[in-house]
């Protein structure tokens, strides 16, 4: 989470971490240090919603002989204010602000392969991998798990060419390359950076992996007659070979 308080002064009770945005489902530790000579017995966590109504006071547990009260959340899904109490008095109020962390939820990939390799366009789901014949096209739609700011198409290497995701005006969380389709490269890592509209990047690292795959020569081989022959200007000779392509042959023949 990130904390928003200012330091802690000497002589003063200090209260960890003061306002705070947390991530929601994370933990939350929430500590208040008291000067050596105004340990409280007992110190309370007091919670109030956001219409300001009191939700629960829990007691905060002192570690050992020190002048320090903790109470830790296990899970945070919600927003609230929080105060500490000890004797007669309060401290001020202090906000925790949950949000959800951006996250790639949905992608799939269309592909347009070419004529050799004779195949039709297809669409694949989920796909981070993509090894292609060389040649094929392809155009990838991403979707988020909330509105974004930017997404950004980031080869790794030198001087990449950045490409801008467009997004779905109907549809704030996609997003597409803007015109046309890419070529498949010979091999590359992709980086897809965004960041939604607070400015938060996901959490974990988005890479694409491309490869194509290399259209290969036809193979051809003699398979019969064996060894040396010797035929007269006249006489008819009969000859079998075979011939093998990585994608099928489209044709064949001798001439």
Known sequence: ?????????????????????????????????????????????????????????????????????????????????????????????????????????????????????GK?????????????????????EFTFNQPMQSVLWTPEGPDPEVVELVQDPNNPEVFRFPESMLIIPEKGVVELKAKNNDGREPKNPIRIHLSAIKNQLPKLKWVAPKGDQEVSPLEEWTATGSATDDFGLIDYGIG
């Open 120 to 140: 039709e366009p297809e669409t694949i789901e989920r796909i981070r991998r993509l090894t292609l014949p060389e040649g094929s096209m392809f155009d990838y």
């Open 1 to 117: 989470f990130q904390g928003l308080k200012a330091a802690p002064q000497p002589g003063k009770l200090d209260i960890y971490p003061g306002n705070a945005e947390v991530e929601i489902g994370s933990r939350l530790l929430i500590r208040a240090s008291f000067p050596e000579n105004r340990s409280p017995e007992e110190v309370l966590l007091t919670l109030v919603n956001e219409s300001g109504e009191t939700i629960q006071s829990l007691p905060m547990i002192k570690n050992l002989e020190d002048p320090v009260f903790a109470y830790q959340f296990d899970r945070v899904t919600t927003n609230f204010n929080y105060s500490v109490a000890y004797g007669n008095e309060t401290s001020e109020s202090y906000e925790v602000s949950v949000f959800v962390a951006p996250e790639l939820v949905e992608s799939k990939v269309a592909i347009s392969y070419p004529d050799y390799s």
